[in-house]
C-alpha cells in the first residue's frame, strides 16, 4: 500500500528558529512532491513543490527531495509565529490523485 | 490571485437525504478533484475529473456519490442518501497540469454534517 509516513509532532520551534519536517514515502515510483500548510479548520494550502532531487528555495522555505531514500522534507528559516500549522507532505505519480501524510503540527513559539 | 470557490461553506443535512456540494475551479484548469478529510484524519482522495468524465475514483467514490460540470465554470458533486460517515470536510481542487506542473490548489472546502 502506498503510504506517506510523517511524525505527527507536535513541533515545538522557538520564534526564529529553524523548523525542519520530514516525510517519507513508500511509492519508489513517485515523481511530484507536495507540501501543504493547513491552519485549524481551513483547507490545505500549497507552499512548495518539487519534482526533482536537490533543493528547492522559496522565500524563507526550502524543500529538499532525496528519492533514492524515498524522503522529503521542508525547511522554514526564520520561523514566525503565523507559520503554527500543520504541514502536510503529499505525492503523486503518473495518476492524479494526491496522497497525503497525516500531517505535522508546526508551534513557533514567541 | 484566481481562488477555488466552494458553496455552501456549511450545510446541515440528514441521513437519507441528498446533498450538492459546488465548486467553481480556477478558469484556466483543466483537472478537477474531490477530496474529503474527517475530522483528525489525513486528507483523502475522492474523484478526479478531466475532458468531462471522471479519470479516477476511489474506493470511498461509491454509487452513492457522483460528480458532474453542469456548464463551463461549476463543478459539483452530489451524495445521493446520506450517511453518518460521510461527515467530514469535502475539499475540491483543481490543477493546470503541464509538463512543468502538477499543482494542485484547493478551495476553503464545505463543511458536511449528517445527522
Known amino acids: 500500500q502506498k503510504e506517506v509516513e510523517q511524525n505527527s509532532g507536535p513541533l515545538s520551534v522557538p520564534e526564529g528558529a529553524i523548523a525542519s519536517l520530514n516525510c517519507t514515502y513508500s511509492d519508489r515510483g513517485s515523481q511530484s512532491f507536495f507540501w501543504y500548510r493547513q491552519y485549524s479548520g481551513k483547507s490545505p494550502e500549497l507552499i512548495m513543490s518539487i519534482y526533482s532531487n536537490g533543493d528547492k528555495e522559496d522565500g524563507r522555505f526550502t524543500a529538499q527531495l532525496n528519492k533514492a531514500s524515498q524522503y522529503v522534507s521542508l525547511l522554514i528559516r526564520d520561523s514566525q509565529p503565523s507559520d503554527s500549522a500543520t504541514y502536510l507532505c503529499?505525492?503523486?505519480?503518473?495518476?492524479?490523485?494526491?496522497?497525503f501524510g497525516t500531517g505535522t503540527r508546526l508551534t513557533i513559539i514567541p | 490571485e484566481p481562488e477555488v470557490t466552494q458553496t455552501p461553506s456549511h450545510q446541515v443535512t440528514q441521513m437519507g437525504q441528498e446533498v450538492i456540494l459546488r465548486c467553481v475551479p480556477i478558469?484556466?484548469?483543466?483537472?478537477f478533484y474531490w477530496y474529503r478529510q474527517i475530522l483528525g484524519q489525513k486528507v483523502e482522495f475522492l474523484v478526479s475529473f478531466y475532458n468531462n468524465e471522471i479519470s479516477e475514483k476511489s474506493e470511498i467514490f461509491d454509487d452513492q456519490f457522483s460528480v458532474e460540470r453542469p456548464d463551463g465554470s461549476n463543478f459539483t458533486l452530489k451524495i445521493r442518501s446520506t450517511k453518518l460517515e460521510d461527515s467530514a470536510m469535502y475539499f475540491c481542487?483543481?490543477?493546470?497540469?503541464?509538463?512543468?506542473?502538477?499543482?494542485?490548489?484547493f478551495g476553503p472546502g464545505t463543511r458536511l454534517t449528517v445527522t
Open positions: 478558469s484556466n484548469h483543466l483537472y
Open positions: 503529499a505525492y503523486n505519480f503518473g495518476n492524479e490523485k494526491l496522497t
Open positions: 481542487a483543481s490543477s493546470y497540469r503541464d509538463r512543468h506542473s502538477y499543482e494542485q490548489y
